[in-house]
């Protein structure tokens, strides 16, 4: 009964492959025992030699079990990291990540053309740069509100001047300028440390044209009034 119980066991719980095992070593060390001690019966054998089987099937099962779950765990982990890389790359803000003594970690596809990087650059980036000694972030009085960030706080500096230099399809260097704003906040782990600093840049150059080209319409119809030789009188629809 214990070596059926044992097989049986072993099918309900246990592949194929490892009820095969296992049937085929009872039958084996039963045939053994019987050589080597014939006084003993087959069910006397049996008995000691189902409990040691049914042992060592729940123990193959509990390690079944445990390696499933360790599975399930990194498979989710991959999961998770794969949404993770995805939304990061795929974010239309430039973001950039950085560790805690200000060495970048990780450019996304929206920094890279923002800054106008190459694969090359950023390798020398990540060797020789440090956003917290940046002396032009210093001189546009950003560096404040990203070292800020990097001292636990969420932070949002105001909109600064930027000039490029960027080449056309046909190869000629052209100069663009952008105005850009920067978010910047720490990552806090489980221990309440700051693991990485993210910064955020947000090209707000249409809206900040929109509105200078608003201060001039303001400024020319103003000077037309002023200037103007006849009365202007300005009435509502009331």
Request: aromatic fraction near 10%; include cysteine.
């Amino acid at each position: 009964y214990f070596v059926i119980i044992s097989v049986m066991l072993s099918s309900i719980l246990l592949s194929w492959q490892w009820t095969a095992a296992i049937a085929v070593a009872i039958f084996l060390i039963t045939i053994a025992l019987q050589l080597f001690v014939p006084a003993l019966t087959f069910s006397e054998l049996a008995t000691p030699l189902g409990y040691s089987i049914i042992t060592s099937g729940l123990i193959v099962v509990f390690m079944r079990y445990r390696n499933s779950l360790e599975a399930s765990r990194r498979a989710e982990l991959v999961i998770s990291e794969n949404r993770w890389r995805m939304m990061f790359n795929q974010s239309p803000f430039s973001t950039v990540v950085y560790s805690p003594n200000g060495r970048p970690l990780l450019y996304n596809q929206a920094a890279l053309e923002l800054w106008n990087l190459s694969n090359h650059d950023l390798e020398h980036i990540r060797q020789h740069y440090n956003v917290l000694e940046d002396e032009q972030l210093e001189a546009k009085g950003v560096l404040s509100y990203i070292r800020r960030g990097f001292a636990g706080t969420a932070t949002t500096s105001p909109p600064s001047k930027y000039e490029f230099n960027r080449l056309e399809e046909n190869g000629s260097s052209v100069a663009d300028t952008r105005w850009i704003v920067g978010h910047c906040y720490p990552v806090i782990d489980e221990k309440g440390d700051i693991f990485e600093v993210v910064l955020i840049h947000e090209d707000i150059t249409e809206h900040k044209l929109a509105e200078e080209a608003l201060q001039r319409s303001e400024v020319y119809f103003r000077s037309l009034i002023e200037n103007a030789l006849d009365i202007v009188t300005v009435l509502n629809v009331d």
